[in-house]
């Protein structure tokens, strides 16, 4: 009797060529540089080694990689579009927010308006796990940070955002 062996993620990933394996980390968080460092620390030993790892890289993570990781974020309340793995994520994660709540889709509409007007950028938080209304309250809270205060915060948000689809690419 033979018995079949499946390659675990983590050995698929070890195994891949970079492009393959920026393929699995890509959807993950739009930083290049993140997404090539962590391909180019292959093999990692365990999937508690990989996470370490991007933890770490995440670490140096300024305005520059919060605006590139922007780049691929919809507004909270709005349903990303395109086809890409990044958009499919982003549709389930906001999965909380209920379109058919008008006022809940109105007041966060205003929301994000207003904190794009104070800072400059989408607002970033980590939706899965957060219904709507936390979510709108979080934003309100977060229009009240100065500049330094919400880069920091929305920095935070993008590594909690980060790890979690990480270690779904790797479940």
Same mark, same amino acid.
């Given at each position: 009797?033979?018995?079949?062996? /499946?390659a675990?993620?983590?050995?698929?990933?070890?195994?891949?060529g970079a492009?393959?394996?920026m %393929? /699995?980390?890509?959807p993950?968080?739009?930083?290049t540089?993140?997404?090539?460092?962590?391909?180019?620390?292959?093999?990692?030993?365990s999937?508690?080694?990989?996470l370490a790892?991007a933890?770490?890289l995440?670490?140096?993570?300024?305005?520059?990689?919060?605006a *590139?990781?922007?780049?691929?974020?919809? !507004?909270?309340g709005? &349903?990303a579009q395109?086809?890409?793995?990044?958009?499919?994520?982003? !549709? *389930?994660?906001?999965s909380?927010v209920?379109?058919r709540?008008?006022a809940? /889709?109105q007041?966060?509409?205003?929301?994000?308006? *207003?904190? %794009?007007? &104070?800072?400059?950028?989408?607002f970033?938080? !980590?939706?899965?796990? &957060?219904?709507? %209304?936390?979510?709108?309250a979080a934003?309100?809270?977060?229009?009240?940070?100065?500049?330094?205060?919400?880069?920091q915060e929305?920095?935070? *948000?993008?590594r909690?955002i /980060?790890?979690?689809?990480?270690?779904?690419?790797?479940a």
């Amino acid at each position: 009797m033979q018995r079949i062996v /499946t390659a675990s993620p983590l050995q698929r990933f070890n195994a891949a060529g970079a492009e393959q394996a920026m %393929e /699995t980390v890509a959807p993950c968080v739009a930083i290049t540089q993140w997404q090539q460092a962590l391909v180019a620390g292959r093999p990692y030993a365990s999937e508690e080694a990989l996470l370490a790892e991007a933890a770490r890289l995440s670490e140096s993570w300024d305005a520059q990689a919060l605006a *590139q990781a922007l780049c691929a974020h919809p !507004r909270i309340g709005e &349903r990303a579009q395109g086809s890409s793995a990044e958009s499919a994520l982003s !549709r *389930q994660e906001q999965s909380a927010v209920n379109a058919r709540d008008a006022a809940l /889709t109105q007041a966060l509409a205003e929301g994000n308006a *207003q904190y %794009e007007a &104070r800072f400059g950028r989408v607002f970033l938080i !980590r939706a899965k796990g &957060r219904s709507g %209304e936390e979510m709108l309250a979080a934003l309100r809270r977060r229009l009240e940070n100065d500049d330094a205060q919400e880069e920091q915060e929305a920095i935070g *948000q993008l590594r909690e955002i /980060t790890m979690l689809r990480l270690r779904g690419a790797f479940a």
